[in-house]
């Protein structure tokens, strides 16, 4: 069996504490169930930057480039605060996601049944949500040019963003979308603005034309973005798979988020093109949230976002279907049975370490695929 190559980047913060949990799992994986997960580490962000001057040094670039998949945990904190702009800690994240072609971002919201009451929704709402979130990360109006701010004299300036796609990037996230659906619900909801956006006008119509030829087994709707994020806070579990822009996708993914109730439950998968000789791609798995500077080294942060991110990393990038599906009825499990981080508490429940939880995920994890 070849190896499956892992590249841990743990980054700053409460990243290192989450990525020991996942460490936990990775070594119960391959002890337990002889996957053959190879892990090398590097540094990231601040932690980079104290080493060698970069976010990122070039050898661990290059592991990255060469690993199957990269773990990453968080970067940043108030100690690289006034370190120069191009070797802050998130050039760390943003160099990553450039090189390794980091287009496709997916961002499920999952509401476990346990936590349905931290929802700011109605518990009726949100129990049982499982929304998947595929946003567009290397175009659009972050990107486009020309962007500037033009001094007009007399104290007046015009600002312009750009808003452009072109057919080949919609098509790209459009079949991304349409090929986890049919692993899903097989039900794909498309937001734009076509009533007021060329840019929306053109996403509809390549949207429309490759689910016309190559995906007519999955249901394609579309809808306005700004009506999409109405419906998504009115009756969330409409939707399966969501797939929109890059600025609509950030926001529409924030207000997704929101619906399950703690951003230390929320994991994420960041995916490349797939390489024509190998048939696989790039691809980074890291939680939602950040560093969290203020609990950082204290045992207080949910490893969960972080481990549902291996388990979407053993779906997506492995194929394990089964054992991800394991990781993930294991966080379920030890939420139906109480445990719960600071961020997740609420009274009767029984309140546990970083460290605490990651051991209860490993032993569920065990009793679930044995
Ligand atoms: P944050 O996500 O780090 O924290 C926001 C709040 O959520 C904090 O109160 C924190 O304690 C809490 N929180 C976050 N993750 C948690 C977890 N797993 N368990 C329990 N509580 C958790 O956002 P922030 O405070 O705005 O940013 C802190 C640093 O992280 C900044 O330097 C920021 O630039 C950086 N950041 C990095 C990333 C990334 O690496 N992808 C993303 C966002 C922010």
Redesign the pocket.
């Known amino acids: 069996m070849a190896a499956r190559k892992l590249f841990l980047l743990a ?5 290192m504490e ?1 990525m020991a949990e996942a460490g936990k799992l990775i070594t119960c994986m391959n002890d337990e169930l002889d996957l053959g997960f190879e892990c090398e580490e590097g540094l990231v ?1 601040g932690a980079a930057y104290d080493a060698c001057g970069k976010a990122i040094s070039e050898g661990d670039m290059r592991q990255a480039l060469a690993a199957d998949a990269v773990l ?7 100690k ?2 006034d370190v120069p702009y191009d070797v802050r ?2 050039a760390g ?1 943003l160099r990553l996601r450039k090189e390794l072609e980091l287009f496709a971002n997916l961002r499920p919201a999952i509401c476990y049944p346990a936590l349905a009451s931290a929802s700011s929704l109605k518990p009726e709402l949100v129990d049982g949500l499982d929304i998947l979130i595929v946003r567009e990360l290397t175009g659009g109006v972050y990107f486009g040019e020309p962007k500037e701010i033009t001094d007009l004299g007399h104290g007046n300036k015009r600002a312009v963003d750009t808003q452009v796609y072109e057919t080949g990037e919609i098509e790209r996230i459009a079949a991304v979308a349409f090929e986890l659906a049919r692993g899903r619900n097989r039900h794909v909801t498309s937001m734009e603005k076509h009533n007021v956006m060329k840019s929306g006008v053109l996403w509809r119509e390549v949207v429309s034309a490759i689910h016309a030829v190559q995906y007519k087994d999955v249901a394609l709707a579309h809808m306005l973005a700004d009506a999409g994020a109405m419906q998504l806070v009115r009756a969330p579990r409409q939707f399966d798979v969501i797939v929109t822009d890059n600025l609509f996708g950030d926001l529409l993914s924030d207000v997704a988020a929101m619906l399950t109730g ?4 929320l994991p994420s998968a960041s995916l490349g093109v797939v390489d024509s000789k190998t048939g696989s791609r790039r691809a980074m798995y ?10 950082a080294g204290k045992g ?7 481990i549902a991110s291996l388990a979407m990393c053993l779906r997506i990038s492995f194929g394990m279907n089964d054992e991800a599906g394991w990781l993930e009825r294991a966080i379920s499990a030890v939420l139906d049975d109480g445990l719960r ?4 508490y609420s009274n009767g429940m029984q309140k546990v370490s ?1 460290g605490e939880m990651g051991d209860a995920l490993v032993t569920k994890f065990k009793q679930i695929a044995a």
């Open positions: 980054g700053d913060g409460i990243g989450i962000g990453f945990g968080a970067v940043g904190g108030p690289w605060a800690p998130e994240l703690s951003l230390g439950m890291e939680p939602v949230h950040g560093s969290a500077p203020d609990i207080l942060a949910n490893p969960i976002a972080m981080t600071a961020d997740i970083t």
